[in-house]
């Protein structure tokens, strides 16, 4: 059994920066594609990033895109995501995914393990 653990949310203001990670264990996920989404309370998860297990392909919302950087360590089992000039919209609580199979925004409901995310919060 997968298990995620997701680290460095924490307040922040905008403009400012922070790294989320996500470790996995319990299984081999170097396989895996691997994404984040995030949640706010009265509204729908929503995709944010994932990316290939080789790392070539790398998928982004648009909200997010030229701000945020998925990438991960096949070795260490760890994906990360480098947020940078965070808004207050951006204020959710972040959960990583793993999938054997392709992680968009529309398969975010078939995904097999998942995180408990970690909450990030941006201050105006």
């Known amino acids: 059994q997968v298990q995620l653990v997701e680290s460095g949310g924490g307040l922040v203001q905008a403009g400012g920066s922070l790294r989320l990670s996500c470790a996995a264990s319990?299984?081999?996920?170097?396989?895996?594609?691997m994404g984040w989404f995030r949640q706010t309370p009265g509204k729908e998860r929503e995709f944010v990033a994932a990316i290939h297990w080789n790392g070539t392909l790398r998928y982004y919302a648009d909200s997010v895109k030229g701000r945020f950087t998925i990438s991960r360590d096949v070795i260490k089992n760890t994906v990360y995501l480098q947020m940078n000039s965070l808004k207050p919209e951006d204020t959710a609580v972040y959960s990583c995914?793993?999938?054997?199979?392709?992680?968009?925004?529309?398969?975010?409901?078939?995904?097999?393990?998942w995180g408990q995310g970690t909450q990030v919060t941006v201050s105006s």
């Open positions: 995914a793993a999938d054997p199979r392709e992680i968009t925004a529309q398969s975010m409901n078939v995904l097999w393990y």
């Open positions: 319990g299984g081999v996920v170097s396989r895996f594609w």
